[in-house]
């Protein structure tokens, strides 16, 4: 049982290339969300998916696209990179729906510099 | 709408002493709150989470929680700190509908000086 796995783990980009951060999750959660954390900032909501076909945005959409063809790939795309796109970036996954709030299980991160 | 605002950016405290790391929540209704530490270069991995059951919840390596609705606050407590408790530690609060949906707070900095 694999959980969230990431990749890259690193990546370097120069301003204006596009590239995608991979996720995948293989504990059939129906939820998935993409943050970035910044010094000071915490953890920002990129964009979330609560099942397959369903994607919105988060507190910090811009520049970013997702797609969620399948339960579980949820890529990250960055369209034209920004230097304030540098970044650490964590995928999530979680159930959703009941009583009780579930637990999110991450990803290691991918650090992404943007020059 | 909810909110989650953790006090202290940095704390720092001798190994064998108390450590006090304090989360206040904004929410219109009964929230789910979660404790979330993540060491350097990693990623994030639960500590604890309420979800109105017990008011006083304990989790992972010796840390513990207490839920103050009159007080809005979710502190994080430990008796004793430990050198591998320096890391960073994030209070969360889970949107309505169980959706999944996290608000973080800012996160804090535990030091540990031996």
């Known amino acids: 049982n694999a959980g969230v796995t990431q990749t890259p783990k690193f990546q370097v980009l120069k301003t204006g290339q596009s590239m995608t951060l991979q996720c995948a999750q293989d504990m059939n959660h129906e939820y998935m969300s993409w943050y970035r954390q910044d010094p000071g900032m915490g953890l920002r909501l990129i964009h979330y998916s609560v099942g397959a076909g369903i994607t919105d945005q988060g507190e910090v959409p811009n520049g970013y696209n997702v797609s969620r063809s399948t339960t579980e790939d949820f890529p990250l795309r960055l369209l034209s990179a920004a230097p304030s796109q540098t970044s650490v970036y964590f995928c999530?996954?979680?159930?959703?729906?009941?009583?009780?709030?579930?637990?999110?299980?991450f990803g290691q991160g991918t650090r992404l510099t943007v020059v | 709408a909810q909110s989650v605002t953790q006090l202290d950016s940095h704390v720092s405290v001798s190994e064998g002493t108390p450590v006090l790391l304090r989360c206040n929540y904004s929410s219109s209704y009964s929230p789910s709150l979660f404790w979330y530490v993540q060491h350097p270069n990693k990623g994030l991995q639960l500590l604890l989470k309420y979800t109105s059951a017990a008011t006083l919840v304990k989790g992972i390596n010796g840390f513990e929680a207490e839920f103050k609705k009159s007080e809005t606050s979710f502190h994080l407590t430990k008796p004793s700190a430990h050198m591998s408790d320096a890391a960073e530690y994030f209070c969360v609060v889970v949107t309505s509908g169980n959706t999944g949906k996290l608000i973080f707070g800012q996160g804090t900095t535990l030091q540990v000086k031996p």
């Open positions: 999530a996954s979680s159930r959703t729906g009941g009583l009780v709030a579930r637990e999110a299980f």
